[in-house]
């Protein structure tokens, strides 16, 4: 097969698909530069802080755009974060209090969190404060709202804790629309429950914000969508202003909170990294439709489809098979920028129970906005694609990740 000629041809038939992404695109490219011109930002705002960070004025400008875009009273975003899981777990850790409850509406949250909770034995878990924890499954890709609604009306949740992304699971994303809805029941019967939302790869993939519903508070990475392949660590929590207070004195300290924490030189590159971001997510999604469209057409099952509604940026690849699910990964890496001559193969990880395939070749370590595509490697061996500095480099990529698996 000429696979140049095969994903070619196959994208003539995306011109509608990429359409409705440009035009989420322009929305969310507006939003962004109207925060950029209403907070009058200007090239001081790039300049370093260092100690304690007093008076930052550009890293107290980034928190104020951040919460203009999202529709936050407060944001908190740091390169003291060094992952949306570090994120979420300040969060959790800031928001519960010993003999507080936690309870996931989404099902087992993602897997770098289960040390956090608790799921898994550590001593320095929510658990281990005496913290509790249930979760109530999804029911075909919803939520359960008659579950959600008769467990809360019997227990007294503190938090409610919604991830958006699939993560390693078999399910679909969660849609803002389904959001809203939850929210609204939640607080019909007890308004004092704090909704916080993982909202991990799921930035600028649709018009409306999550805090744009009854949701409280949200948390996610900026080596991820928001940070453009520009940012190189860090972290971002938006929400009401007494929980972004809290969250800000758990990640540095009671009675400082938000008015420390230096810069580093950083500003620039989170600025940045929001400029471009939009732009990282349209090459992301149009990557996402291509490779659902063509793996669909070579018989493999993908999940969303197509021409499905897009809630992340995660493009899952089914595959039943081990062996093509390494192979496929193996591809995308020879199709990466850095590292193309390595060959990859599974191996541990820390924070997972099955040994992981991690195709990332990346400028910045981790970054899922750049192209990457990862699995564990348990049945029914499934690839999590996502991201895509550029739309040409995410073609040239699934070029080489459908030759790799043709080659076997």
Request: with cysteine; hydrophobic share 35%; aromatic share 8%.
């Given at each position: ?7 070619l041809?196959t ?10 992404i440009d ?8 939003k962004?530069l109207d925060?950029?011109k209403?907070y ?9 802080s260092?100690g304690?960070g007093?008076g930052?004025i550009?890293?107290?400008?980034i ?13 908190l ?14 969060c959790?850790f800031?928001l ?7 309870l996931s509406?989404s099902?087992t ?11 898994k034995?550590?001593d320095s ?9 249930n979760?109530?499954?999804l029911l075909?890709?919803?939520?359960d709202y008659?579950?959600i609604?008769?467990y ?7 938090v409610?804790?919604?991830?958006r992304?699939?993560?390693?699971s078999?399910r679909?994303s ?6 809203e809805?939850v929210?609204d ?5 007890d ?7 993982d909202?991990c790869?799921?930035e600028?993939?649709?018009k ?6 009854k949701?409280?508070i949200?948390?996610?990475?900026l080596?991820?969508n928001l940070?453009g392949?520009i940012?190189?660590?860090g ?5 009401k ?8 004195e ?12 230096p810069s580093l030189?950083?500003n620039?590159d ?5 400029y471009l ?12 439709i ?5 793996m669909e057409?070579?018989g493999?099952?993908v ?17 039943n098979d ?6 496929y990964?193996q591809g995308?890496?020879k199709?990466?920028?850095i590292d193309?001559?390595v060959t ?5 990880m820390p924070?997972?129970d099955?040994q992981?395939?991690m195709a990332s ?7 899922s906005?750049?192209l ?5 490697i ?6 999590y694609?996502?991201?895509s ?6 073609k040239l ?5 459908v030759?790799e698996?043709?080659?076997?």
């Open positions: 097969m000429d696979v140049l000629k095969y994903v041809d994208e003539k038939e995306l011109k509608q698909e990429f359409e409705k035009e989420i695109s322009f929305y969310n490219s507006k962004v925060a950029f209403k009058n930002l200007s090239e001081k705002d790039f300049v370093s260092t304690y007093y930052d550009g890293r107290e400008k928190e104020k755009i951040y919460s203009e875009i999202f529709n936050a009273e407060d944001s975003v740091r390169s003291q974060f060094i992952s949306g899981s570090h994120a979420l777990t300040v959790l800031s519960l209090r010993p003999n507080d409850l936690l509406i099902g949250p993602y897997d770098t969190l289960h040390e956090v909770i608790g799921i034995d550590n878990s929510l658990k281990s404060f005496n913290i509790k924890y979760e109530i499954d075909n890709d919803d939520f008659e579950k609604k008769q809360i009306s019997n227990n007294k949740v503190k409610i804790e919604i991830q992304s699939k993560g390693y078999t679909k969660i849609s803002i629309e389904k959001i809805k929210c029941l939640i607080k019909s019967i308004k004092d429950i704090i909704i916080m939302v909202n790869y799921c600028f993939v649709s409306k914000q999550v805090l744009e519903t949701a409280d949200i948390v996610g990475s080596i991820k940070g392949g940012a190189q660590n972290a971002y929590i938006c929400g202003k007494e929980l972004i207070k809290l969250c800000s758990r990640l540095n300290l009671p009675g400082e909170g938000k008015e420390v924490g030189g950083f620039k989170i600025l940045l990294g929001l971001s939009v732009n990282a997510v349209n090459a992301s999604l149009k990557t996402a291509l490779t659902s469209r063509v057409k070579l493999y099952d999940e969303p489809k197509y021409n499905e509604e897009r809630v992340d940026i995660v493009q899952s690849i089914i595959f081990k062996d093509k699910l390494i192979k990964c995308i890496q199709g990466s920028a193309s001559n990859l193969l599974p191996s541990d924070g997972y099955d992981i395939i070749g990346s400028f910045t370590q981790g970054s906005i750049e990457s595509c990862d699995g564990p348990r049945s029914p061996y499934i690839a694609q996502q991201g500095l550029t739309y040409e480099y995410g990529g699934l070029i080489n990740a030759e698996l043709l080659n076997e």
